[in-house]
């Protein structure tokens, strides 16, 4: 939270000295995937999982309200957004004598994002670039289902966004973003031991979205 709370005052201080404010509000698709370096083993008691992120891109929403602060062709872009994302992932149960297929698990995430994004205009192109802080409102679902083991969510993230946009009649706004985690977003499972797994699994994103400019 105070990663977040930085980042809002460092805004407010700075919109002051542009010159032209807009207000707008945008929406838009995100083809979100994740990453992990190798599978993870869980264990609690005599059982043992593994856990392998499915790889392959799943559709998010995003959408809420931006300012654009202009001056000089520079401009700076606070949003609040409300946006979900779905991470799939493979569970095995690999204890001995224990033949069993994986057993695939989806965890929608609903988070309101607060990109902060700094750019420059050439023409009606924009090239921007900036962090981007994540609250989880939900709690998904359990990866394993088990009473012996819990998940633990990182309740709020720091990432990044960076991208190309595309102004239109100056009410129009088109962007193309690519987003990327600097911290693992579900980070560990924990046993009745009190163990903690890390999952190490880094979500990524390409972003496209429309606004209109007021």
Same mark, same amino acid.
């Given at each position: 939270?105070?990663?977040?709370? +930085?980042?809002?005052?460092?805004?407010?201080?700075?919109?002051?000295?542009? !010159?032209?404010?807009?207000? *707008? %509000?945008?929406?838009?698709?995100?083809?979100?995937? %994740? !990453?992990? *370096?190798?599978?993870?083993?869980?264990?609690?008691?005599?059982?043992?999982? +593994?856990?392998?992120?499915?790889?392959?891109?799943?559709?998010?929403?995003? *959408?809420?309200?931006?300012?654009?602060?202009?001056?000089?062709?520079?401009?700076?872009?606070?949003?609040?957004?409300?946006?979900?994302?779905?991470?799939?992932?493979?569970?095995?149960?690999? !204890?001995?004598?224990?033949?069993?297929?994986?057993?695939?698990?989806?965890?929608?995430?609903?988070?309101?994002? %607060?990109?902060?994004?700094?750019?420059?205009?050439?023409?009606?192109?924009?090239?921007?670039?900036?962090? !981007?802080?994540?609250?989880?409102?939900?709690?998904?679902?359990?990866?394993?289902?088990?009473?012996?083991?819990?998940?633990?969510?990182?309740?709020?993230?720091?990432?990044?966004?960076?991208?190309?946009?595309?102004?239109?009649?100056?009410?129009?706004?088109?962007?193309?973003?690519?987003?990327?985690?600097?911290?693992?977003?579900?980070?560990?499972?924990?046993?009745?031991?009190?163990?903690?797994?890390?999952?190490?699994?880094?979500?990524?994103?390409?972003?496209?979205?429309?606004?209109?400019?007021?």
């Amino acid at each position: 939270m105070k990663k977040i709370i +930085a980042i809002l005052i460092v805004v407010l201080v700075s919109i002051p000295a542009f !010159s032209q404010l807009k207000v *707008g %509000i945008k929406a838009g698709l995100s083809t979100n995937s %994740i !990453s992990m *370096g190798d599978i993870k083993t869980v264990t609690t008691g005599n059982t043992t999982y +593994a856990i392998d992120a499915v790889t392959s891109a799943k559709y998010g929403f995003q *959408g809420g309200l931006f300012v654009r602060a202009s001056l000089f062709g520079l401009y700076l872009q606070p949003e609040l957004l409300l946006s979900t994302r779905t991470n799939e992932y493979s569970i095995t149960n690999t !204890s001995p004598n224990i033949s069993q297929a994986p057993t695939f698990v989806k965890q929608n995430f609903t988070k309101l994002d %607060i990109p902060v994004l700094l750019g420059f205009k050439l023409g009606p192109l924009r090239i921007n670039a900036g962090p !981007s802080g994540s609250i989880l409102l939900n709690t998904p679902k359990e990866l394993i289902d088990s009473p012996d083991l819990k998940n633990l969510y990182s309740k709020m993230t720091i990432g990044y966004q960076a991208g190309l946009g595309f102004d239109l009649f100056r009410k129009l706004t088109f962007d193309l973003r690519y987003e990327g985690s600097l911290k693992k977003y579900q980070n560990q499972i924990e046993n009745l031991t009190g163990t903690k797994f890390n999952i190490d699994d880094r979500p990524n994103a390409f972003i496209f979205s429309v606004g209109i400019m007021f």
